[in-house]
C-alpha cells in the first residue's frame, strides 16, 4: 500500500533506519502455517549501512509510515501500516543489534481472500537508546498511553505487562490443542508482550468444571498484578 507523507505537526517520532535480513528485512508467512514462526527475522546481517536499503520511519498515533530512500525508490517504496493491525513491536536486548523489530497481521484484499499473513519488518537503528526509544513509543500507543510530540519516550511509560492465563485441554477433539497453541496463540502472545501462564488440564472432567476454572483463576491473582483475560483452548 502507497504510504501518503505524514503531516509534520502530526509526526510523533521520525528517523532513518536500514534495512535488517534479506530483502530489507522483510518475512512474511500465512497464519494458518503448521509451523511455529519465528518471532524475529532471520539473522542476516547487512555488510554495513552503506550496502543496507535505508528506509525513513514516521511514527503518528494511528499509522507508521516507512518510505524507502536507498536503492533508488520505486512503486513499492512507500508502506503504510496501521496501527490497529500491529500486534507488537520489539527491541531486543544486548548484545543484540540495535533492532526495531513490527510484527503485524494485514487482513486479505478481497479478491485474495485466505487467512492473515503474518509480517515482521525488522529495522536497525544508528544506536540502541535511537530503538529503545521507538519501541517504547510505539507500546505506548498499542497500550492507549497518551502521548505527543514532546513526549520524552522512556520505559516508565509504559504500563504494567497484561496478564493472560491460558487452559489448554489435550484430551478434546484430536487432541491438537497443544500443538495448536504452541505454533498459532504463544508466538503472537510472546509478540505482542504479554506475560502468561499456561496450565494443562489433567482430564476432561477438570475442563467441563466451572469451579475448576475459576479456582484455577484465583490462584493466579496475587501480586505481581491480576489476570487480565483467561483462553480456555481445545483441540479441533
Request: proline share 14%.
Amino acid at each position: 500500500m502507497r504510504s501518503p507523507e505524514a503531516p509534520p505537526s502530526e509526526a510523533l517520532l521520525h528517523a532513518q533506519f536500514w534495512g535488517w535480513g534479506g530483502g530489507g528485512g522483510v518475512h512474511t508467512e500465512p497464519s494458518d502455517d503448521p509451523g511455529p514462526p519465528d518471532p524475529a527475522p532471520p539473522p542476516v546481517p547487512p555488510a554495513g549501512p552503506s550496502a543496507a536499503p535505508s528506509y525513513a520511519l514516521t511514527l503518528t498515533s494511528e499509522h507508521l509510515h516507512v518510505q524507502r530512500l536507498q536503492p533508488r525508490p520505486g512503486r513499492d517504496a512507500r508502506l503504510l501500516v496501521p496501527l490497529s493491525e500491529l500486534v507488537g513491536c520489539q527491541c531486543p536486548r544486548a548484545p543484540a543489534p540495535p533492532l526495531l523489530l513490527l510484527f503485524w497481521y494485514p487482513p486479505p484484499r478481497r479478491r485474495q481472500g485466505g487467512a492473515r499473513r503474518r509480517q515482521v519488518r525488522a529495522f536497525l537503528a544508528e544506536a540502541r537508546p535511537e530503538a529503545e526509544r521507538w519501541a517504547v513509543a510505539v507500546q505506548c500507543l498499542l497500550a492507549g498511553v497518551p502521548v505527543s510530540a514532546s513526549t520524552e519516550f522512556c520505559r516508565s511509560l509504559l504500563p504494567r505487562p497484561r496478564r493472560l492465563l491460558l487452559l489448554v485441554n489435550p484430551f478434546s477433539g484430536r487432541g491438537q490443542a497443544m500443538q495448536l497453541c504452541q505454533s498459532h496463540i504463544l508466538p503472537m502472545i510472546r509478540e505482542a508482550g504479554i506475560s502468561y501462564n499456561l496450565i494443562q488440564t489433567g482430564s476432561q472432567s477438570e475442563w467441563s468444571s466451572q469451579w475448576w476454572c475459576l479456582s484455577v483463576i484465583q490462584c493466579y491473582t496475587p501480586d505481581p498484578g491480576p489476570v487480565q483475560a483467561c483462553l480456555r483452548v481445545a483441540g479441533l
